[in-house]
Antibody, heavy 116, light 107 residues
């Protein structure tokens, strides 16, 4: 089965850092671009970042540009999101999603809470 | 940046009814629009892409239409499993903006 499994979430202090991972299985990871999308509690979806299959193209939402870094390890079928200078407004469920036909496969998400 | 405006923000309907959700783009996005369904506590699922193409496994009671700046998602004969939240999303350029969402509740 095609599957994405996020990990790395947790409680982080304001100004701190956290690295999220997304393990892919059931498809040729190196052939697909990947996204991170987040959802604050009781709020809508917010696209965060995109990385192409070979990492040559990367885009960020303005709200995270300069603070978050998306990367991937194709031999290990893993996507990453390095988050720094975290703020309370970064508190959210973070999903990874495959860039197939739009966002065609989603993980279950990992929760990041930024609080002192 | 392109803004996506969904309406209504919430909607109450009964099983068997037909509902329509609309999405307006702040500029022309041609047909680069998708719709997602999200049930409570679950991750979103792709319903429609390229404005009107149903994703694999999506029931035919769902239909998408529109192009340019005006789009809609229609659900015929609502089923209990259709209740949840719906989001439109554009992919035009280098950003992937979601609409604010529509919460569809049981009347």
């Amino acid at each position: 089965d095609v599957q994405l499994v996020e990990s790395g979430g947790g409680l982080v202090q304001p100004g701190g850092s956290r690295k999220l991972s997304c393990a892919a299985s059931g498809f040729t990871f190196s052939s697909f671009g990947m996204h991170w999308v987040r959802q604050a509690p009781e709020k809508g979806l917010e696209w965060v970042a995109y990385i192409s299959s070979g990492s040559s193209t990367i885009y960020y939402a303005d709200t995270v540009k300069g603070r978050f870094t998306i990367s991937r390890d194709n031999p290990k079928n893993t996507l990453f999101l390095q988050m720094t200078s975290l703020r309370s407004e970064d508190t959210a469920m973070y999903y990874c999603a495959r860039a197939g036909t739009y966002f065609d496969v989603w993980g279950a998400g990992t929760t990041v809470t930024v609080s002192s | 940046d392109i803004q996506m405006t969904q309406s209504p923000a919430s909607l109450s309907a009964s099983v068997g009814e037909t509902v329509t959700i609309t999405c307006r783009a702040s500029e022309n996005i041609y047909s680069y629009l998708a719709w997602y369904q999200q049930k409570q506590g679950k991750s979103p699922q792709l319903l429609v892409y390229n404005a009107k193409t149903l994703a694999e496994g999506v029931p035919s009671r769902f239909s998408g239409s529109g192009s340019g700046t005006q789009f809609s998602l229609k659900i015929n004969s609502l089923q209990p499993e259709d209740f949840g939240s719906y989001y439109c999303q554009h992919h035009y350029g280098t950003l992937y903006t979601f609409g604010g969402g529509t919460k569809l509740e049981i009347k």
